[in-house]
Protein backbone atom coordinates (compact mmCIF):
# COMPACT_ATOMS: atom_id res chain seq x y z
CA UNK A 1 0.00 0.00 0.00
CA UNK A 2 1.57 3.46 -0.93
CA UNK A 3 1.48 7.07 0.26
CA UNK A 4 -1.19 7.56 -2.34
CA UNK A 5 -3.80 5.29 -0.85
CA UNK A 6 -3.38 6.43 2.40
CA UNK A 7 -3.68 10.15 0.89
CA UNK A 8 -7.03 8.92 -0.58
CA UNK A 9 -8.14 6.97 2.68
CA UNK A 10 -7.49 10.62 4.31
CA UNK A 11 -9.49 12.85 2.12
CA UNK A 12 -12.20 10.62 2.45
CA UNK A 13 -12.08 10.19 5.98
CA UNK A 14 -12.36 14.57 6.03
CA UNK A 15 -15.08 14.31 3.35
CA UNK A 16 -17.50 11.88 5.23
CA UNK A 17 -17.03 13.95 8.19
CA UNK A 18 -20.50 15.97 7.27
CA UNK A 19 -22.58 13.47 6.61
CA UNK A 20 -24.52 10.34 8.28
CA UNK A 21 -25.31 7.29 6.87
CA UNK A 22 -28.33 6.03 6.41
CA UNK A 23 -31.31 3.67 5.19
CA UNK A 24 -34.44 5.40 3.86
CA UNK A 25 -37.88 5.07 5.35
CA UNK A 26 -39.41 3.38 2.48
CA UNK A 27 -36.12 0.52 2.05
CA UNK A 28 -35.94 -0.07 5.76
CA UNK A 29 -36.66 -4.26 5.83
CA UNK A 30 -35.80 -4.75 9.88
CA UNK A 31 -32.70 -2.72 9.93
CA UNK A 32 -30.60 -3.74 12.93
CA UNK A 33 -29.99 0.16 13.36
CA UNK A 34 -33.39 1.94 13.98
CA UNK A 35 -31.87 1.32 17.56
CA UNK A 36 -34.35 -0.10 19.12
CA UNK A 37 -34.97 -4.20 18.42
CA UNK A 38 -38.46 -6.55 19.14
CA UNK A 39 -36.57 -7.82 22.05
CA UNK A 40 -36.54 -7.07 25.99
CA UNK A 41 -33.66 -4.23 26.67
CA UNK A 42 -32.56 -1.32 27.95
CA UNK A 43 -33.89 1.54 25.80
CA UNK A 44 -36.28 4.11 26.65
CA UNK A 45 -38.91 2.74 24.49
CA UNK A 46 -41.23 0.99 26.48
CA UNK A 47 -42.36 -2.46 25.11
CA UNK A 48 -44.71 -4.35 27.93
CA UNK A 49 -45.65 -4.95 31.63
CA UNK A 50 -45.17 -8.46 33.31
CA UNK A 51 -45.41 -9.85 36.68
CA UNK A 52 -42.42 -8.94 38.95
CA UNK A 53 -39.79 -11.63 39.53
CA UNK A 54 -37.30 -12.16 42.39
CA UNK A 55 -34.06 -10.90 40.89
CA UNK A 56 -35.88 -8.42 38.59
CA UNK A 57 -34.32 -4.49 38.25
CA UNK A 58 -36.91 -2.77 41.22
CA UNK A 59 -35.57 0.65 39.33
CA UNK A 60 -38.36 -0.86 36.78
CA UNK A 61 -41.13 -1.73 39.19
CA UNK A 62 -44.48 0.20 37.67
CA UNK A 63 -45.23 1.67 41.18
CA UNK A 64 -48.58 3.36 39.92
CA UNK A 65 -50.06 -0.69 39.11
CA UNK A 66 -49.20 -1.79 42.60
CA UNK A 67 -51.19 1.06 43.60
CA UNK A 68 -54.16 0.20 41.65
CA UNK A 69 -54.77 -3.69 42.23
CA UNK A 70 -52.11 -4.06 45.03
CA UNK A 71 -49.52 -6.76 42.69
CA UNK A 72 -45.73 -5.64 41.80
CA UNK A 73 -45.70 -5.99 38.29
CA UNK A 74 -42.43 -4.25 36.18
CA UNK A 75 -42.19 -1.87 33.32
CA UNK A 76 -40.38 -3.97 29.84
CA UNK A 77 -38.57 -1.73 27.13
CA UNK A 78 -37.39 -2.80 24.01
CA UNK A 79 -33.65 -4.00 23.84
CA UNK A 80 -30.97 -1.44 21.96
CA UNK A 81 -29.34 -2.26 18.64
CA UNK A 82 -26.56 -0.99 17.24
CA UNK A 83 -27.07 -0.30 13.14
CA UNK A 84 -24.52 -2.09 11.31
CA UNK A 85 -22.81 -1.34 7.33
CA UNK A 86 -20.61 -3.39 5.52
CA UNK A 87 -18.43 -1.79 2.86
CA UNK A 88 -17.55 -4.11 0.17
CA UNK A 89 -15.00 -1.97 -2.42
CA UNK A 90 -13.67 -3.50 -5.42
CA UNK A 91 -9.81 -3.34 -5.66
CA UNK A 92 -9.38 -4.91 -9.02
CA UNK A 93 -6.66 -3.37 -11.42
CA UNK A 94 -9.48 -1.66 -13.59
CA UNK A 95 -10.14 0.71 -10.22
CA UNK A 96 -7.16 2.16 -10.64
CA UNK A 97 -7.34 3.63 -14.43
CA UNK A 98 -4.73 5.15 -15.72
CA UNK A 99 -4.89 8.50 -16.45
CA UNK A 100 -8.17 9.22 -14.06
CA UNK A 101 -8.95 9.48 -10.76
CA UNK A 102 -11.05 6.31 -10.46
CA UNK A 103 -8.79 5.11 -8.03
CA UNK A 104 -8.74 7.84 -5.57
CA UNK A 105 -12.61 7.88 -5.74
CA UNK A 106 -13.09 4.17 -4.46
CA UNK A 107 -10.60 4.46 -2.07
CA UNK A 108 -11.70 7.81 -0.68
CA UNK A 109 -15.75 6.73 -1.37
CA UNK A 110 -14.79 3.80 0.94
CA UNK A 111 -13.34 5.86 3.66
CA UNK A 112 -16.36 8.64 3.29
CA UNK A 113 -18.81 5.97 3.83
CA UNK A 114 -16.83 4.46 6.79
CA UNK A 115 -16.59 7.42 8.10
CA UNK A 116 -20.82 8.79 8.11
CA UNK A 117 -21.09 5.17 9.19
CA UNK A 118 -19.59 5.28 12.55
CA UNK A 119 -20.83 9.41 12.70
CA UNK A 120 -24.72 7.70 12.46
CA UNK A 121 -23.37 5.21 15.42
CA UNK A 122 -23.27 2.35 13.14
CA UNK A 123 -20.93 -0.51 13.65
CA UNK A 124 -19.19 -0.81 9.95
CA UNK A 125 -16.84 -3.94 8.30
CA UNK A 126 -15.26 -2.22 4.97
CA UNK A 127 -14.34 -5.70 2.21
CA UNK A 128 -11.75 -5.59 -0.44
CA UNK A 129 -12.59 -7.75 -3.08
CA UNK A 130 -9.51 -9.11 -4.68
CA UNK A 131 -9.21 -12.74 -4.99
CA UNK A 132 -11.54 -12.91 -2.46
CA UNK A 133 -13.79 -11.53 0.07
CA UNK A 134 -11.32 -10.41 3.06
CA UNK A 135 -11.88 -8.13 5.50
CA UNK A 136 -9.71 -4.78 5.46
CA UNK A 137 -6.93 -4.96 8.08
CA UNK A 138 -7.48 -2.31 11.00
CA UNK A 139 -10.89 -2.18 9.51
CA UNK A 140 -12.19 -1.32 13.06
CA UNK A 141 -9.96 1.86 12.80
CA UNK A 142 -10.71 5.48 11.10
CA UNK A 143 -9.99 5.16 7.87
CA UNK A 144 -6.97 6.86 7.66
CA UNK A 145 -5.44 3.70 9.74
CA UNK A 146 -6.31 1.08 7.47
CA UNK A 147 -4.13 -1.28 6.03
CA UNK A 148 -3.52 -3.18 2.51
CA UNK A 149 -5.97 -0.75 0.41
CA UNK A 150 -4.33 -1.90 -2.77
CA UNK A 151 -6.13 -1.74 -6.42
CA UNK A 152 -4.07 -4.30 -8.03
CA UNK A 153 -6.16 -7.56 -8.41
CA UNK A 154 -6.20 -9.13 -11.82
CA UNK A 155 -9.78 -10.11 -11.96
CA UNK A 156 -13.15 -9.28 -11.50
CA UNK A 157 -14.85 -8.60 -8.40
CA UNK A 158 -18.05 -10.55 -9.52
CA UNK A 159 -15.98 -13.83 -9.84
CA UNK A 160 -13.81 -13.12 -6.61
CA UNK A 161 -17.65 -12.63 -4.66
CA UNK A 162 -19.09 -15.94 -6.17
CA UNK A 163 -16.18 -17.60 -5.68
CA UNK A 164 -15.50 -16.64 -1.91
CA UNK A 165 -18.29 -15.05 -0.61
CA UNK A 166 -18.23 -12.34 2.39
CA UNK A 167 -19.93 -13.72 5.73
CA UNK A 168 -22.13 -10.83 6.63
CA UNK A 169 -24.06 -9.81 9.54
CA UNK A 170 -27.65 -10.01 9.52
CA UNK A 171 -30.10 -7.06 9.00
CA UNK A 172 -27.14 -4.65 8.33
CA UNK A 173 -26.77 -2.05 5.25
CA UNK A 174 -24.81 -3.58 2.30
CA UNK A 175 -23.15 -1.14 0.47
CA UNK A 176 -21.08 -2.36 -3.16
CA UNK A 177 -18.37 0.14 -4.73
CA UNK A 178 -17.42 -1.10 -8.10
CA UNK A 179 -17.09 0.01 -11.60
CA UNK A 180 -19.58 -3.44 -12.47
CA UNK A 181 -17.64 -3.86 -15.48
CA UNK A 182 -17.97 -7.58 -15.34
CA UNK A 183 -18.94 -10.54 -17.38
CA UNK A 184 -20.54 -12.52 -14.12
CA UNK A 185 -24.47 -12.19 -14.01
CA UNK A 186 -25.57 -9.70 -11.49
CA UNK A 187 -28.21 -11.31 -10.76
CA UNK A 188 -26.12 -14.06 -8.41
CA UNK A 189 -24.08 -11.28 -7.02
CA UNK A 190 -27.14 -8.96 -5.88
CA UNK A 191 -28.90 -12.15 -4.16
CA UNK A 192 -26.19 -12.73 -2.14
CA UNK A 193 -25.62 -9.11 -1.07
CA UNK A 194 -29.75 -8.87 -0.21
CA UNK A 195 -29.79 -12.29 1.40
CA UNK A 196 -31.64 -11.15 5.26
CA UNK A 197 -29.96 -7.32 4.66
CA UNK A 198 -32.10 -4.32 5.86
CA UNK A 199 -30.84 -2.71 1.90
CA UNK A 200 -28.56 -2.87 -0.40
CA UNK A 201 -26.80 0.18 -2.00
CA UNK A 202 -24.96 -0.71 -5.34
CA UNK A 203 -22.58 2.23 -6.39
CA UNK A 204 -21.10 2.45 -9.53
CA UNK A 205 -18.07 4.61 -10.03
CA UNK A 206 -16.19 5.37 -13.35
CA UNK A 207 -13.82 7.88 -14.96
CA UNK A 208 -14.67 10.47 -17.48
CA UNK A 209 -12.98 8.37 -20.23
CA UNK A 210 -15.00 4.99 -19.36
CA UNK A 211 -18.59 7.27 -20.08
CA UNK A 212 -16.87 9.70 -22.80
CA UNK A 213 -14.10 8.26 -24.42
CA UNK A 214 -11.54 10.86 -25.44
CA UNK A 215 -10.13 8.93 -28.50
CA UNK A 216 -10.59 8.51 -32.29
CA UNK A 217 -8.49 6.64 -35.06
CA UNK A 218 -6.06 3.82 -34.97
CA UNK A 219 -5.85 2.75 -30.71
CA UNK A 220 -4.38 -0.07 -28.78
CA UNK A 221 -7.21 -0.97 -26.33
CA UNK A 222 -5.30 -3.05 -23.64
CA UNK A 223 -7.77 -4.98 -20.86
CA UNK A 224 -6.47 -3.94 -17.41
CA UNK A 225 -7.08 -7.04 -15.41
CA UNK A 226 -5.85 -9.36 -17.89
CA UNK A 227 -3.47 -7.45 -20.66
CA UNK A 228 -5.20 -9.00 -23.60
CA UNK A 229 -4.15 -5.96 -26.51
CA UNK A 230 -6.29 -5.73 -29.06
CA UNK A 231 -5.76 -2.93 -32.19
CA UNK A 232 -9.06 -0.90 -33.24
CA UNK A 233 -9.92 1.66 -35.09
CA UNK A 234 -12.27 4.59 -33.49
CA UNK A 235 -14.77 6.67 -35.24
CA UNK A 236 -17.67 8.29 -34.48
CA UNK A 237 -19.71 4.80 -35.18
CA UNK A 238 -17.57 2.93 -32.97
CA UNK A 239 -18.03 5.46 -29.81
CA UNK A 240 -21.59 5.14 -30.37
CA UNK A 241 -22.04 1.62 -29.86
CA UNK A 242 -19.37 1.40 -27.39
CA UNK A 243 -21.55 3.85 -25.40
CA UNK A 244 -25.01 2.47 -26.25
CA UNK A 245 -23.25 -1.28 -25.11
CA UNK A 246 -22.48 0.58 -21.82
CA UNK A 247 -25.86 2.14 -21.55
CA UNK A 248 -27.42 -1.79 -21.46
CA UNK A 249 -25.29 -3.20 -19.41
CA UNK A 250 -26.03 -0.26 -16.84
CA UNK A 251 -29.93 -1.14 -17.16
CA UNK A 252 -29.35 -4.68 -17.05
CA UNK A 253 -28.21 -4.09 -13.63
CA UNK A 254 -30.45 -1.62 -12.72
CA UNK A 255 -33.36 -4.15 -14.07
CA UNK A 256 -31.27 -7.40 -11.14
CA UNK A 257 -31.37 -4.39 -8.51
CA UNK A 258 -34.99 -3.45 -8.86
CA UNK A 259 -35.31 -7.39 -8.40
CA UNK A 260 -33.93 -7.77 -5.32
CA UNK A 261 -34.88 -4.30 -3.64
CA UNK A 262 -31.58 -2.53 -4.03
CA UNK A 263 -30.99 1.09 -5.22
CA UNK A 264 -28.00 1.42 -7.91
CA UNK A 265 -25.99 5.12 -8.13
CA UNK A 266 -23.40 5.80 -10.58
CA UNK A 267 -20.75 8.28 -9.83
CA UNK A 268 -18.33 10.09 -12.03
CA UNK A 269 -14.44 9.81 -10.20
CA UNK A 270 -14.11 12.84 -11.29
CA UNK A 271 -16.71 14.81 -10.54
CA UNK A 272 -16.78 13.41 -7.10
CA UNK A 273 -13.30 14.23 -5.88
CA UNK A 274 -13.40 17.72 -7.33
CA UNK A 275 -15.50 18.77 -4.10
CA UNK A 276 -15.93 15.26 -2.52
CA UNK A 277 -19.84 15.60 -2.86
CA UNK A 278 -21.60 12.34 -3.08
CA UNK A 279 -24.64 13.74 -4.32
CA UNK A 280 -26.17 10.76 -5.82
CA UNK A 281 -26.09 8.74 -2.45
CA UNK A 282 -27.27 11.82 -0.59
CA UNK A 283 -30.32 11.99 -3.19
CA UNK A 284 -31.26 8.61 -2.96
CA UNK A 285 -31.03 9.30 1.40
CA UNK A 286 -28.55 6.95 2.05
CA UNK A 287 -26.50 9.88 3.03
CA UNK A 288 -27.47 13.05 5.09
CA UNK A 289 -26.28 16.15 6.69
CA UNK A 290 -24.91 15.63 10.10
Known amino acids: MGEAERTFLREGEVAGAPYLLGVPNQLQRGLSGTRV ?17 PG ?43 GTQKGRATVGLAALLAKAADNAGFTCVPWRIGAGCERVRNGHLPPSSWEGITLDHPG ?44 VLV ?42 HLARHQDHWL ?21 WKPTPIVERQFLSAV
Request: hydrophobic share 45%; charged share 25%; glycine share 6%.
Open 37 to 53: GRGVGSSLEFLDHREYQ
Open 56 to 98: DDIRHINWQALARNDRLSIKLFREEISPHADVLFDASVSMALP
Open 156 to 199: DAGSALARLPPTLRPHGLRILVSDLLWEADPGSILRLLAHQAAA
Open 203 to 244: VQVLALDELQPPFQGNVCLIDSETGREEEVFLDQAALARYRA
Open 255 to 275: LACRKVGATLVTIVAERLVEG
